[in-house]
């Protein structure tokens, strides 16, 4: 009986955690609130922004972020985290600033910032398609990766004019990033995810540690 109790509180503790790091997303654009000239010559230069909030019990966590790609139905990933990086999420709200800069060379260039800090997170690169946008991603498959933002094309629906892309359709499908080649014949895209675990804090020997944090922000570089 004690060793059933037991069994059943450590399944219980796993399903609490597992539920106390749900993420719920949220988006906007800051570059709405930029004047009506601004916002025209970001549009004509091709320039995307997106600013992703991530909302939960976070406490302390460290968060590992990965691009995942696909193409051709196979998925690669990569951590786009150096290891020296600690990007601990203190509290419930921890918000990411997205934008996509098109290159002369049919490449655009993703950065990634830190919105409370300003602090760059990650620099990336990928093939332009007029097709594709940077896109919202408010379902979750698993219950360790969370899916922050994607760079993706919409539904394709077929009309008498022309194919039609529906963006809108893939946002609120409540089909998770992995499935949308499955579900609805998407591919070559990319989704970045985060991935939330328990932060270590720096040993003595640790030649470089760079903690990212609205709070208690630190770095280091021992010679």
């Known amino acids: 009986m004690k060793k059933s109790f037991i069994a059943f509180l450590i399944a219980f503790i796993c399903i609490v955690d597992v539920r106390a790091q749900q993420i719920k997303m949220e988006y906007n654009d ?33 968060g590992k972020i990965k691009r995942i790609s696909c193409h051709n139905g196979e998925f690669a990933e990569k951590e786009m985290l150096e290891d020296f990086i600690h990007f601990v999420l203190v509290d419930s709200v921890e918000t990411l600033d997205f934008m996509a800069v098109p290159t002369n060379d049919g ?87 985060v991935t939330l675990e328990e932060d270590t804090p720096p040993g003595d020997n640790t030649s470089v540690y760079l903690k990212v944090a609205k709070k208690g922000r630190e770095a280091f570089h021992r010679h």
């Open 30 to 62: 800051k570059t709405l609130s930029l004047p009506e000239i601004m916002r025209q010559y970001l549009r004509i230069k091709g320039v995307q922004s997106i600013s992703a909030t991530m909302k939960g019990e976070f406490n302390g966590k460290r």
């Open 107 to 193: 490449k655009m260039i993703l950065e990634c910032v830190h919105s409370a800090t300003g602090q760059p997170m990650f620099s990336d690169t990928l093939d332009i398609d007029k097709n594709k946008i940077l896109l919202e991603t408010y379902t979750a498959g698993g219950d360790e990766e969370f899916p922050i933002i994607a760079y993706s094309s919409g539904i394709k629906i077929g009309s008498e004019i022309d194919t039609m892309i529906w963006y809108c359709g893939l946002r609120d499908s409540g089909v998770e990033p992995r499935k949308w080649h499955e579900k609805h014949n998407i591919d070559d895209y990319v989704y970045y995810t």
